[in-house]
């Protein structure tokens, strides 16, 4: 017999503990409890439906309930559930890294399994560093990101993200990481002090700091820039043009690995495979994770210029790395049915051509005095809101705090909308839905964004 709903909310109570949640906010609400998926829909356990405007976790690529992805899993099971990759192989890893790398840029053809994004950027810090000890430059170690860029939870990952609220309590971190500016270009006078400049002058001023920085830590000492195709925190910054041709050309002169934190913008969250793809340039190591299989089991990657595999290859070298659970069998297989299924309904196409009209319906939204810029590519938006839009001036810490948590996350998820609404920059609501989304998607999103943010700016 199920257990009655009420056990289960009050179990959600007393037992589970909550990631990145104030706990405090549902002492007197229930936890929100999703039980079931259909396409981009999902359904809580009272039978009420909303829209995924966020893909789970930026995660559900193919859409929810996909039974061919659970058949996958399960057959999987049967035939070998658990194999690890130390020292072993078993087929669904093979065939899944050979997968990655035709799909890969470049000569990114070595795959290193993990069971997430956090694992895989500490993974390619890991990398950095013994890659660097082993081609002779012991001294480089350091690893450059972006101011609010999130990297994840494990320490090493915690210490480049570039958020100091989710860093403070777990201080000191790995030594060594550095924060530049971000590509933030609606807000390109504040973050550079001058004032006017066009976006690709923007661009080549943000990525030029990466060289600055990389020559006050000192060039002997530096191992790898970290930064995602488009930035997701602070609410989807895209690269102005050229700011990643410039990046290349500065990790080239100063033979520091550029990684590509692709955990959100790989597997078509752009419209492209890889993320860098959308914006023409080839890292040394691409990080990704969540869209990998959907969400329908967990796995991650660190994929590796094969160059950086070069000084593994003889000796007694080792990276001596990994984890019990990386490129799990069940999981590995769920990838390549995953995989299947991007090729068969051509998600990577659908998402190119519905981007201009999921643009344009979130433009639309600028005509509320809420709304001061909306950004992003592919299925990957964000919407900041300001106080005033001529001035662009942000709420102060008070105002965003009733604004975000005191009225529009319940706000829009009552309305049926579950999205994001984040303050970990300026205030900014994201959007990233299954890639099977569209238009009827679309129009649900933009209705259900215009009444909650009309009702916001009155309640302010
Ligand atoms: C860019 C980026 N890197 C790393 C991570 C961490 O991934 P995970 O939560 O799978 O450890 C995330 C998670 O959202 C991310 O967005």
């Known amino acids: ?56 976790l930026f995660v559900v690529q193919a859409g929810h309930g996909r039974s061919e992805l659970a058949e996958a899993a399960a057959k999987q099971a049967q035939e070998l559930a658990f194999f690890p990759l130390w020292s072993y192989a078993h087929p669904k890893a093979i065939e899944l890294a050979a997968r990655l790398a035709e799909h890969a840029p470049g000569e990114l053809n070595r795959v290193f399994f ?28 350091k690893v450059i990101s972006r101011q609010i860029a999130y990297h994840g939870t494990p320490q090493g990952a915690l210490s480049i993200t570039g958020i100091p609220a989710f860093k403070q309590m777990f201080e000191p971190l790995v030594p060594g990481s550095i924060r530049v500016p971000n590509t933030n270009y609606y807000r390109a006078e504040e973050i550079s002090g001058v004032a006017g400049m066009t976006a690709e002058e923007y661009g080549r001023w943000a ?81 990704c994770a969540k869209g990998m299989t959907s969400g329908y089991s967990p796995i991650g990657a660190m994929i590796a210029h094969e160059r950086l595999f070069e000084p593994f290859k003889s000796g007694d070298t080792m990276f001596a790395h990994g984890y019990t659970f990386g490129g799990h069998p069940v999981s590995a297989a769920v990838a390549l049915a995953n995989l299947d299924i991007f090729e068969r309904e051509d998600l990577l196409g659908h998402v190119t051509r519905n981007e201009p009209v ?94 909650v943010l009309t009702e916001a700016w009155k309640r302010l």
């Open 114 to 141: 993990t069971t997430g994004g956090g694992e895989a950027v500490e993974t390619a810090w890991k990398l950095a560093k013994q890659y660097y000890k082993l081609v002779g430059k012991p001294l480089k170690h």
């Open 207 to 287: 990525a030029d700091r990466v060289a600055q920085a990389i020559e006050m830590e000192g060039p002997d000492t530096v191992a790898a820039v970290f930064a995602e195709p488009v930035q997701n925190a602070g609410g989807c910054f895209p690269p102005p043009p050229g700011y990643f041709q410039r990046l290349r050309e500065i990790c080239d002169e100063y033979d520091v690995l550029l990684v590509s934190d692709e955990v959100i913008c790989a597997f078509g969250r752009l419209g492209t495979m890889f993320g860098g793809q959308k914006f023409d340039y080839v890292p040394d190591i691409i990080t």
């Open 1 to 56: 017999m199920t257990q009655p709903e009420s056990d289960i909310l009050r179990a959600a109570q007393d037992n589970l503990w909550l990631h990145f949640t104030r706990h405090s906010a549902y002492q007197q609400n229930e936890i929100p409890t999703i039980v079931r998926g259909e396409g981009s829909y999902i359904y809580d356990i009272h039978g009420k439906r909303y829209l995924d405007g966020l893909a789970g």
């Open 358 to 451: 999921f643009r344009g319906r979130l433009e639309s939204l600028k005509d509320l005095p809420i709304v001061g810029d909306v950004r992003g590519a592919g299925y990957f938006w964000g919407i900041e809101l300001v106080k005033d839009k001529d001035t662009k001036e942000t709420f102060d810490a008070a105002e965003s705090e009733r604004l975000i948590r005191g009225y529009l996350s319940h706000a829009l998820y009552d309305a049926g909308l579950y999205c994001r609404a984040d303050d970990r920059g300026d205030p900014v609501i994201q959007l990233a839905p299954p890639l099977i989304a569209g238009e009827k998607e679309f129009d649900e999103i933009e209705s259900i964004l215009r009444s």
